[in-house]
Structure formats: structure tokens, C-alpha cells
């Protein structure tokens, strides 16, 4: 099998916005350095993404000068956010990803503010802190010895995608749909983007080396409506899930992209 190459990078340092394309990155066993460890949660304490609230996807993230914050921006608007928040200032809430309870820490409250007054409605900014545990599910637990953990990202570490797989599916919609606009890779929000693979075979690498860190595919990602959003015009549609649907349905599920764990934290880089 040929030696897949890293061509892209992207971390989501707040779940459902937009993402961060990056030259390296550091890979720990909860997934890439900063990746969705923030979000925002209801009054009630349920996560928000754009699939109920698309304007999320309004929202930018960048490293500020010296790469000790984030900078969001918003419709001109910039609010300056740390990489992390700690229990010493910050309140302690639990929080719901999916059917997961998670211990997260509240960020300060002019920031919260600011998020509110954007959404128009009441909501908060939280962070998972290292020590803030949310297991993966035991069936896709490489190592029974050794308990992963993710972040708060919908289920799995990683989302690995190759680019000959987004090529496939665009050939595809350009066939059925005569629809000349490609499909962007950003729609499909992966951490880590390949070369020199054939089509889904990300699905099957199994253990593989990127850089000196470890991956290790845990099942082919199953698809949903937020891929329809159009990443720059917010607009919803039929593709790709409507194209994926005529050969990547397994068990009622649209498969793209592979979800995968750190079996080895390293460093990874689009130019190795």
C-alpha cells in the first residue's frame, strides 16, 4: 500500500464553527491540540451546532499574534478567547454532547455576553478540561487496558478524509447533477485530509504512522445533514448526502471520511 501524505490540516477549537487550516499540528490521544475543546451550550446545558443553529458556521477562528489565544470574529466583530480555561476562575458545569454527560468549565462571563448578544439568545461558552473524561464507546476501544477519550467532537477523536474520495464524489454529482461547483472538503470538517490513497481507502488503513504520531482507524463516519450546509453561504441543499446515498449507504447510514484514534501522540505536518 502506498504511504498515505498529510496534504491539510484543520482544527475546530469551538464545536460547529468554523475551522482552522494549519501548517503542523500536535496530536494527543483526545485528537489534535485545541480541537473542539470549547462549545456552546443552551440555558439548559445542550450543545449547539449548525444544525439547528446554522449562523454558527458566521463564526472564525484564528490564532492571535503569539499563538497564546484565539480571536473570533463574527460579522466584523472580534472577541478575543484563551487556548484553555482552568478551575482556578471558572465555574464548573456539566454539559450534554449527544447522550454524554461531560465536566466542563464556564468561560468568563463578558464572553458569554458577547456569544448571547450574537445569537440573540441566552448562552454560554464552555471548555473540557484534560482531566474531564468522556469514554468511547467500548465496541470501538482498540485496547481494553488502555480507555480512550474525546474531546467534544460529535463522537470519535479524528476525522480522516482523502482527497481521492472527495475527487469520486464530485465526478459523481457532476454526472447526476450536472452541477458544476465542486463540493469543498471544508463541508465535511475533517481534522486531517490525505494523498496517495484510492478512493474510501482510508476506511481500511487500520494502525498507520503520520509524522512520529500513531492513528488508527476505528469505522468509516457516518454522515448528516450538516454536510448540506453550504460552509460559505449557509445554504442548505441535497448534496452530498444525495449523491453519498447511491453507493456509500451501509445500514441507513451515508458513510464518508473515517473516524480514528491516537494510538501515539506525535507531531504531524503537511510536509511529511
Given at each position: 500500500m502506498?504511504t498515505?501524505?498529510?496534504t491539510?490540516?484543520?482544527?475546530y ?18 485528537g489534535?491540540?485545541?480541537d473542539r ?7 439548559e ?6 444544525r439547528?443553529t ?10 492571535n499574534?503569539d499563538q497564546?489565544g ?20 471558572h ?8 447522550d ?12 458569554n ?5 450574537k445569537?440573540?439568545?441566552d ?7 484534560d482531566h474531564a473524561n468522556?469514554p ?19 463522537g ?6 482523502s482527497e ?6 464530485n465526478?459523481?454529482?457532476?454526472h ?10 471544508i ?17 481500511s ?15 468509516p ?13 449557509l ?14 449507504k451501509e ?7 473515517a ?13 511529511k
Amino acid at each position: 500500500m502506498p504511504t498515505p501524505r498529510i496534504t491539510a490540516i484543520y482544527i475546530y477549537p469551538i464545536k460547529s464553527m468554523g475551522g482552522m487550516s494549519l501548517g503542523d499540528a500536535e496530536v494527543g490521544m483526545r485528537g489534535l491540540q485545541h480541537d473542539r475543546r470549547y462549545m456552546l451550550v443552551s440555558a439548559e446545558g445542550k450543545f449547539l451546532t449548525q444544525r439547528q443553529t446554522p449562523e454558527l458556521g458566521q463564526f472564525h477562528l484564528a490564532y492571535n499574534a503569539d499563538q497564546t489565544g484565539f480571536m473570533v470574529t463574527f460579522q466584523g466583530d472580534t472577541l478575543a478567547i484563551p487556548l484553555s480555561l482552568s478551575h482556578q476562575n471558572h465555574q464548573t458545569l456539566t454539559a450534554n454532547v449527544w447522550d454524554d454527560s461531560v465536566e466542563v468549565l464556564s468561560a468568563p462571563s463578558h464572553i458569554n455576553q458577547w456569544f448571547s448578544q450574537k445569537l440573540q439568545r441566552d448562552v454560554t461558552l464552555v471548555y473540557q478540561p484534560d482531566h474531564a473524561n468522556r469514554p468511547l464507546p467500548p465496541e470501538y476501544q482498540p485496547n481494553p487496558q488502555n480507555t480512550h477519550h474525546v474531546s467534544l467532537a460529535d463522537g470519535y477523536p479524528i476525522l480522516v478524509v482523502s482527497e481521492a474520495s472527495l475527487s469520486l464524489l464530485n465526478q459523481k454529482i457532476q454526472h447526476s447533477s450536472h452541477q458544476t461547483e465542486p463540493m469543498s472538503l471544508i463541508r465535511f470538517r475533517p481534522n486531517v485530509v490525505l494523498s496517495h490513497l484510492e478512493p474510501h481507502q482510508e476506511d481500511s488503513l487500520g494502525t498507520f504512522q503520520l509524522g512520529t504520531a500513531t492513528f488508527h482507524i476505528a469505522k468509516p463516519c457516518s454522515r448528516c445533514i450538516l454536510t448540506t450546509i453550504d460552509p460559505i453561504t449557509l445554504e442548505r441543499g441535497d448534496e452530498p448526502l444525495r449523491t453519498l446515498s447511491t453507493y456509500r449507504k451501509e445500514n441507513n447510514k451515508i458513510l464518508f471520511g473515517a473516524n480514528a484514534l491516537c494510538l501515539k501522540p506525535g507531531k504531524i505536518s503537511t510536509s511529511k
